[in-house]
C-alpha cells in the first residue's frame, strides 16, 4: 500500500501504521486471483488463485483497484536508475538541533492521567508553518505498558523525500519516573532506502530515518519531537495538508495547529463527522492565521476492514490552498501541456491511418501503448506527478501511467480524435466531492475520448485490451475523476458499469447418466465477459496448457473429489466481443447418493461464490464494501 508511508506524517506512529497497512492488506491477500491477472497493475501476487481458481472476479476486481501503480514517473534508463538509487546521500537530509523554531507553540502540555493500555499517546501535536519552506513540527509523548510493544515504540521511522524534504530531529528522550533521559546524541540512526515494490517496477525515492531507541522499558514515555522542511517543487508552493485525528490507541491530549501568512487563503475541513469533541480556535496574530483544532482523550479507534472508500472511520482535517477543481486543473494542464509536432509521433500515428473508423483508430492507438511501453515508474522530485514527453517515452519504451496517458492523447489528437488525459484517486475512488480541492489526492492518470457521440475512458497500463470499445473491462466505474484541461470547472464520474444486457458471467451445467447409480458425465461451461474475460485472457497468457489443466482440475476435485476430467479445458476466446467460454468435461461415479428411498444429487454454483468479502465479525459500524457494482451472475444446472 503506497499511501501508508504518508500516514506517519499525517499523525501515525510506525506501530499504528503497520496495523493499519495489514488491514488494508488483509484486504488484498483475501481476493482469490492473482494479481497477474490485471496485468501491468502490479506484480504483488498470491498463491490463493490456484487454490480458489472458481471465478471469484468479484474479489479480484477490488485488488485491482486498491493495488494500482501509483501515479509516477519513469525518467532515466534501468543502469542510470539503479545508480541513483544507490547513491543517494542522505545522511545530508538530518541535522540534530535541540533549538525548537521559534514559531513552534509549546504549551500544550501531556496528560498525567495514568492509563494501563498497553501503549498510551499521551501527547500529540502536529503544527505547520507555512512560509517560502513550509516545515511540519510533530511532537508526540508515548507511554508503553507492555513489554511485547517496547521494539515497536523504541523505533521511531521517519519517511522523506531527500530530493526536496530535510528532517531535524529536536527532542529525544526518555522519562522515567521523575527522571529524564537524553537520547538525542547517543540514538542510533540509519538510512533505510527500502523501495517496497521495486518488483512493481515502482520506484518512489523515499529514505527512511531509522531511529533505533535503546534501554526503553515497561513504564517509560518516549518523548520525541521533530521537524521536517521543503516540499515538493511541482506544487509550486501550493500547500496542500492531511492530518489524521484518530488512532487506533488511546490519545489523550491531541492538537492540529495550522500558521500561515493572513494574506494567504488556505480552507480547512474535518471529514468523518464525529466534530462535536473537537474545539476549534482562529486568531489572527503579527499578520498571520493561526488555526488551532485541540481534543482530548480520544478513545482507540478499531479500524474495519472491507468499508466502501467513500466511508471516512479515521477523521481526516484537510488544508488546501486551491481554490476550485478549476485551479488543480490548471495545475495539471500546466504539466500535461504539449503541443509540439515531433516526426516520432506524426510517424506512428500514420501507422494507424489505415482505417477512417474512429473506434478502430483508437482502439489501435490504445493497444500499441499497452502492448509496447512497458511500465516503470521512478516517483523522484517533480517527477512525481509532471509526465515525459511523448517522443522520449517511445525511445525509452517505458513510462508510467501519467506518460503512458500523455503518449496516447499525443496519437489520438494526431489521428483528429478528441481525447484528454484523466486524473483519478485509487485510493478514494467515489469519495472526492466531499474533499477541498487538492492534487495531491490523486495518484492514477487514465485517457478520455469522445468517438462518434461517446465518451470512453481508457487505461493505458492496463494489459492489451482487443475488443471494441463499448465492451471494454473498467477498473474505475463510479470514480469521481478530474479530466486535464484549463476549461475543467468541476469532477467528473465514471459511469457504472451496465449490467442490464447481459450476465458478466454464466456457468451452465450437465450432468447425464446412463443409469441411476451410475457414473455422471458432466460438461460444466463458464462464460465471462467484460473485466472478467480480460482477467482470465491475460492468466491464460501466462500459463502452460499443463498449468491450466491443473488448476481446472483442482477446481473439479474440490466439489467432487473422486472426478475425473475426460479432457483438458476448451477454451474459445472470441476477443472482440470481450468474452471467453470455457468448457470442462469430467466425471464423477456414483453422482447420485441414496438415501432411504430417495436419490440426491450436490451441486455447485462456483461462479455465485465469494462474491462477497465476509468479515471477521458480523457485528459493523461501517457498511460493508460489495467489491463489484452491479454485479450480474446466471448459473443453471440441468440433471
Not at 486498491?66 to 546521500?89: C, F, G
Request: charged share 25%.
Amino acid at each position: 500500500m503506497k499511501r501508508c508511508p504518508h500516514l506517519i506524517l499525517m499523525g501515525f506512529f510506525p506501530f499504528e501504521l503497520n496495523r493499519l497497512c495489514q488491514s488494508q492488506s488483509d484486504l488484498l491477500t483475501s481476493s482469490f486471483m492473482l494479481m497477474t491477472l490485471i496485468g501491468t497493475f502490479s506484480a504483488r501476487k498470491t498463491e490463493a488463485l490456484k487454490q480458489h481458481l472458481n471465478f471469484a472476479f468479484a474479489s479480484f476486481l477490488l485488488l485491482a483497484i486498491y493495488s494500482m501503480p501509483s501515479y509516477a514517473v519513469a525518467q532515466q534508463s534501468p543502469q542510470v536508475l539503479k545508480e541513483r538509487v544507490s547513491t543517494i546521500a542522505p545522511t545530508n537530509s538530518m541535522t540534530r538541533n535541540p533549538i525548537i523554531p521559534s514559531w513552534v507553540d509549546m504549551t500544550l502540555k501531556e496528560s498525567n492521567t495514568v492509563s494501563d493500555d498497553p501503549v498510551v499517546i499521551r501527547l500529540d501535536d502536529a503544527q505547520f508553518f507555512v512560509d517560502q519552506e513550509p516545515t511540519l513540527f510533530r511532537h508526540r509523548m508515548l507511554r508503553v505498558n507492555e513489554p511485547g510493544m517496547l521494539s515497536k515504540v523504541g523505533q521511531i521511522e521517519i519517511p522523506i523525500h531527500p530530493e526536496y524534504e530535510k528532517v531535524t530531529l529536536h527532542t529525544l528522550k526518555i522519562i522515567r519516573g521523575n527522571k529524564q533521559i537524553d537520547k538525542i546524541d547517543d540514538v542510533d540512526v540509519r538510512f533505510l532506502q527500502r523501495e517496497q515494490e521495486l518488483d512493481a517496477g515502482v520506484l518512489t525515492g523515499t529514505v527512511t530515518v531509522s531511529l533505533v531507541v535503546d534501554d526503553i522499558r515497561v513504564g517509560d514515555t518516549l518523548d520525541v519531537a521533530y521537524s521536517i522542511s521543503g516540499q515538493n517543487p511541482v506544487f509550486a508552493n501550493m500547500i496542500s495538508q492531511f492530518f489524521y485525528w484518530d488512532s487506533i490507541y488511546l490519545t489523550q491530549k491531541k492538537r492540529v495547529l495550522f500558521n500561515a501568512p493572513d494574506n494567504r487563503v488556505i480552507n480547512y475541513k474535518i471529514l468523518g463527522g464525529r466534530s462535536s469533541d473537537l474545539q476549534i480556535k482562529e486568531q489572527r496574530l503579527g499578520g498571520r492565521k493561526i488555526t488551532r483544532i485541540l481534543g482530548e482523550n480520544i478513545p482507540p479507534l478499531e479500524f474495519e476492514t472491507y468499508a466502501p472508500s467513500d466511508i471516512d472511520q479515521f477523521r481526516l482535517i484537510q488544508f488546501s490552498e486551491y481554490r476550485d477543481w478549476n485551479q488543480v486543473a490548471q495545475w495539471a494542464n500546466n504539466l500535461f501541456f504539449w503541443n509540439k509536432k515531433t516526426a516520432v509521433v506524426d510517424q506512428l500515428a500514420t501507422t494507424f491511418k489505415q482505417t477512417e473508423n474512429k473506434q478502430e483508430l483508437v482502439q489501435n492507438a490504445l493497444q500499441y501503448v499497452q502492448k509496447e511501453i512497458r511500465y516503470l515508474s521512478v516517483s523522484i522530485g517533480e517527477n512525481s506527478h509532471r509526465p515525459y514527453e511523448p517522443d522520449v517515452v517511445l525511445a525509452r519504451r517505458y513510462g508510467d501511467c501519467k506518460d503512458k496517458a500523455l503518449l496516447l492523447v499525443s496519437i489520438l489528437r494526431e489521428l483528429g480524435v478528441s481525447a484528454e488525459p484523466v486524473l483519478v484517486s485509487t485510493y478514494y475512488r467515489n469519495g472526492l466531492s466531499r474533499m477541498l480541492p487538492s492534487p495531491v489526492i490523486f495518484d492514477h492518470a487514465i485517457v478520455k475520448v469522445d468517438v462518434d457521440g461517446q465518451t470512453y475512458f481508457l487505461d493505458p497500463t492496463r494489459s492489451v485490451q482487443t475488443s471494441s470499445l463499448d465492451k471494454m473491462g473498467q477498473t474505475h466505474f463510479a470514480n469521481d475523476v478530474l479530466t486535464v484541461s484549463a476549461e475543467t470547472s468541476r469532477l467528473t464520474k465514471i459511469p457504472t458499469l451496465s449490467t442490464t444486457t447481459s450476465p458478466t458471467n454464466r456457468l451452465i451445467e450437465h450432468a447425464r447418466l446412463e443409469k441411476i447409480d451410475g457414473a455422471a458425465e458432466f460438461e460444466s461451461t463458464y462464460y465471462l465477459s467484460g473485466l472478467e474475460a480480460e482477467a482470465m485472457r491475460v492468466y491464460f497468457a501466462q500459463q502452460t496448457k499443463e498449468q491450466i489443466f491443473k488448476a481446472y482440475s483442482a477446481i473439479v476435485l474440490q466439489h467432487y473429489p473422486t472426478a475425473e476430467m475426460v479432457i483438458a479445458p476448451i477454451i474459445q476466446d472470441r476477443k472482440k466481443e470481450n468474452e471467453i467460454e470455457v468448457t470442462l468435461k469430467f466425471k464423477v461415479p456414483r453422482f447420485l447418493e441414496k438415501k432411504n428411498r430417495s436419490w440426491s444429487a450436490h451441486y455447485f454454483p462456483s461462479n455465485l461464490q465469494n462474491r462477497f468479502y465476509i468479515p471477521q465479525s458480523p457485528r459493523r459500524v461501517h457498511p460493508l464494501l460489495v467489491p463489484v457494482m452491479p454485479t450480474y451472475s446466471h448459473y443453471s444446472f440441468e440433471l
